[in-house]
């Protein structure tokens, strides 16, 4: 990353304005067709101010997103719940998530319909293995299946319902998926995930 002299109110809306620009741009255009000049026409910022914040539109990309990622996943584990049974943490951490996607479905949709060159899966493993890691033991294996296979499995369901949840613009609340996803997993005699 480029050397972020100022951590000031006008370094911070620079920012703000560029992650703006870029979701705007994603949402209308393919990731390799999106330039630095059309970054920062659209946030209305000069190139200097561009690149006293970021080295490239990579470095734009790739920190946008994490934070993303990084809020859901402070979302999700700062929740408040009563650790009294696994199901309620569990539940707690499921509304939290929901909640938080429909939160900021903007910036998620843009990267599930987009669909470039990060590893979001990784992102997302991350979340749900520390919110697993809060609830059970990531690394003991359960009814004979090795534990690295059951979290990659169960990321990926979680992976999957929430995007398609996305994009369907929300059917159902996150209260209602929270719950319906606890009892698909308690159902399929997988632990809480979340």
Known sequence: MAFDYRDDKRSIRSKEQLKEALFELLYEKEWRQITIQDLTKKAKLNRSTFYQHYENKYDLLV??????FQSLKESVLSTSIDNSSADTISSGYLLAFYRHLKEQSYYFKVILNRGYELDIMELFSDIVQEAMGQVVDVQQAIDG???EIHWRYSIAAHFSVASWWLQNDFPY?????AE?????TKEGKHHALL
């Open 63 to 68: 920190q946008n997103v994490e934070d993303l």
């Open 145 to 147: 299946v090795p534990a």
């Open 173 to 177: 609340s996150p209260e209602f998926m």
């Open 180 to 184: 319906a996803v606890l009892k698909l």
